[in-house]
């Protein structure tokens, strides 16, 4: 299975070819769009050309989600903690935009393996926001202590007008996904894809994982969230995760694989129907040949039949 990468691949290379850049530079101005509507607004100006104004626009926030002045809790903390004096938080951003950002490229390390771990930085900057108030909380956990002033429950952007949700403890943090998919035939893979999902967790090489279980109704960690939010056509999927699973270098990866769970699933699920319906073609195919060729024998046979001629013969002619 694939695992999606954190790094905009696209603000990765448009980033390393303007560091690369000699005197020869132009005007950018350009948007992108990611998966799950996380869109980018990317600007370079010819007068300052190793200065870049990015601009971040979130997917839409559901009702239960909490936010602060329009980011996720802890999300600018988390910008200036990561990026440092390379990057500077514009405010008012932009119209239609949740984040605007100047990055001067001229503060980069001279080092090329810092300065590339820097850039990779930046085009992560959808997780350093996003996965913000997820890796405060499971920073807490591999401390084995719960955040201060933060709720029984968590409801934690990840998809437009969608949330995940957290039961932070000291020991643990159940984290609990409403699967919810809008095409019929991706709710049918996607409660079959969950199902398996779940029974190869229990397979002896993944003992060390964090246990996941799914049901088709609101596990009891969601009591008391509004109907709204509950309204998951694939079934509810829970995962618990232990101090284990956030020690040392393991945090990012858990945020990140966290955080976008839901578009793993969805990936899947596509890739899924793509192979049946590649399957599906090949056999029709193969059954077109196999009705071409038997109509050809066919054909042939009927030829062989009609082009034949009999003679008819009579006595007289027997005499002679």
């Not at 050309?49 to 239960?64: D, F, I, Y």
């Not at 935009?97 to 930046?122: C, G, S, V, W, Y």
């Not at 509004?226 to 101090?243: I, Q, S």
Request: positive net charge.
């Amino acid at each position: 299975m694939i695992l999606l990468q954190s790094p905009s691949r696209f603000l990765l290379q448009i980033l390393q070819d303007r560091v690369l850049s000699g005197e020869k530079v132009m005007d950018i101005d350009c948007h992108t769009v990611e998966f799950d509507d996380v869109r980018y607004h990317i600007q370079f100006s010819m007068r300052n050309s190793k200065v870049m104004v990015l601009s971040v626009a979130l997917p839409l926030p559901s009702p239960e989600a909490i936010l602060c002045d329009g980011l996720p809790v802890g999300a600018i903390e988390a910008i200036k903690a990561a990026y440092g004096l390379v990057v500077q938080i514009l405010d008012p951003p932009k119209d239609g935009f949740d984040l605007t950002m100047k990055i001067n490229l001229t503060k980069l390390p001279p080092d090329e393996e810092q300065r590339n771990a820097i850039l990779t930085q930046i085009a992560s900057v959808r997780e350093v926001v996003l996965g913000a108030p997820l890796k405060v909380l499971l920073k807490h956990l591999a401390s084995k202590t719960v955040a201060p002033n933060v709720d029984k429950l968590v409801a934690l952007v990840h998809r437009p007008n969608e949330s995940f949700f957290l039961a932070p403890q000291a020991d643990k943090v159940t984290i609990v996904y409403p699967m919810r998919f809008q095409d019929s035939i991706d709710i049918v893979l996607a409660t079959s894809f969950l199902q398996e999902f779940v029974e190869a967790r229990r397979t002896a090489a993944l003992n060390n994982v964090p246990s996941c279980m799914w049901s088709p109704a609101p596990p009891l960690e969601l009591k008391g969230v509004p109907a709204e939010a509950l309204n998951a056509n694939a079934g509810f999927v829970t995962f618990v995760v232990y101090p284990r699973h956030v020690e040392g270098k393991k945090l990012d990866r858990t945020v990140w694989n966290l955080l976008t769970f839901h578009a793993y699933v969805s990936y899947h699920v596509k890739c899924s129907e793509g192979f049946m319906h590649t399957r599906m073609r090949r056999r029709v195919e193969s059954l077109i040949q196999a009705l071409d060729r038997a109509k050809s024998d066919a054909e042939k046979l009927k030829k062989l039949v009609n082009g034949g001629s009999f003679k008819r013969l009579s006595l007289k002619n027997e005499g002679n």
